[in-house]
Structure formats: C-alpha cells, structure tokens
C-alpha cells in the first residue's frame, strides 16, 4: 500500500534562504507526483506535476525534483519570501490506478521578514 | 484557476438533519472528487466519479453519498448529519485527455454539524 510522509512537519525560515522540502513515497510504481500550496482558510493550488519519466520540473522559483528508485521528491523554493508562508503537500498517483491522489500531510512553512 | 466553484462555503447544521454540497466545474473535466479536510489527517478521498452517473467509493464513504447527473455537477450528501463529519469539504476535477490527470480544487465548503 502505498504511503507518502512529508519531512518536516513545520519549518521557519529568515527570508531570502534557498530551502528543501521533502517527500518520500514506499512504492516506486507511480503514474506522477503533484506538489500543492495552501493558504490558510483556502483550497489548493496545483504548484508542479512530475510525471514518472521525468527528473525534475521548474516554474519561477520552483524546482521540484523526482528520484522514482529512492521514493523521494524534493520541492526547492529559492529567495523565499514572506509570501512563501503556506502549507505545501505532495500527493502520488500511482501507476494502474489514475484516479486517486496517495497523500502526504504537508509542510508548513513560515518565512519570517 | 480551473472553473469550480462550490456552493455553500459555509454551513451550520443540526445533528440528524439532511446536507447536501454542491461542485460545479466549467471545464468539462471528467473525474471530480471530494475530499475532507481534518486536522491530523490531511486530505481524505470521500467519493469520486469517472464519468456521468459512475461514482466509485474513496477511504471514507460511510454516511455519505453522491450522484452526478450531468459532467458539470457532483453532489456530496450527508443523508443524516453527525458531529464527527464536521469539516472542511474540498472537491478537485481532473482530466485523463491530457494523460496528466493533474488535480485541480475549488475553494472549499465549511461544514459545522451541531
């Protein structure tokens, strides 16, 4: 069965550090991986898909990275910014069954002026 | 932003009584889903659809139910409110065409159930 975890639980960072989130996933077989942002109080938005036969994704100052053998992703946020503050969740689908999202609970992040 | 919209975005509700929430998309995509939202629990999958009236359970159907009748509207029922199903109820549509299957969410339901 598949299970995603989202290491850490909770980060606070100055403004202006490069910064690493982490997702790890148990089973290899995946269709592709999602990285969301929430606000507080809202919905998600979609940030990046990666689809299983690529490596990485980039959109501005996004960069989320696919290791399928290591089970793991990686979303970098260069030169955060307050606005950065947000929870980010990663979510997999896997391979054979496409219409369900495998969840991770997400990071919160706080970037502090 | 993908075209969903949910309806209401805030209810209060008595125990034992009947709610039913609404997601409408524009984007005439064919899988929509709900999930809750929960403290402690991240996003749960309640039901989703792959098509005009085929729905299919997710991790936590039980007391809940939904139908879709047109690919525009999928409807999430609580037949008989309880405590426990007091939360934040998201829908997301995706679409197979594209071979992404990449979710999108609307903006959230808040439901109280008293």
């Known amino acids: 069965k598949q299970e995603v975890t989202q290491i850490p639980a909770a980060l606070s960072v100055p403004e202006g550090e490069n910064l690493v989130l982490n997702c790890s996933f148990t089973d290899s077989a995946i269709y592709n991986l999602q990285w969301f942002r929430q606000d507080p109080g809202k919905g998600l938005t979609s940030l990046l898909l990666?689809?299983?036969s690529q490596r990485e994704q980039t959109s501005g100052r996004l960069n989320a990275s696919l290791d399928k053998s290591s089970g793991r992703s990686t979303l970098y946020i260069a030169a955060s910014q307050p606005g950065d503050s947000a929870t980010y969740l990663c979510?997999?689908?896997?391979?054979?069954?496409?219409?369900?999202?495998?969840w991770g609970l997400g990071t919160s992040l706080a970037v502090n002026p | 932003d993908a075209g969903i919209t949910q309806s209401p975005r805030h209810k209060v509700t008595e125990t034992g009584t009947p709610v039913t929430l609404r997601c409408h998309q524009t984007?005439?995509?064919?899988?929509m889903y709900w999930y809750r939202q929960d403290p402690g629990h991240g996003l749960r999958l309640i039901h989703y659809?792959?098509?005009?009236?085929?729905?299919d359970k997710g991790e936590v159907s039980d007391g809940y139910s939904v139908s879709r009748s047109k690919t525009e509207d999928f409807l999430l029922t609580l037949e008989s409110a309880t405590s426990s199903q007091t939360s934040v109820y998201f829908c997301a549509i995706s679409e197979s065409r594209d071979l992404s299957y990449e979710q999108y969410f609307g903006p959230g339901t808040r439901l109280t159930v008293t």
């Open positions: 990666i689809q299983s």
């Open positions: 984007e005439n995509h064919r899988y």
């Open positions: 979510a997999v689908l896997n391979a054979g069954n496409n219409r369900k999202l495998i």
């Open positions: 659809s792959y098509g005009v009236k085929d729905t």
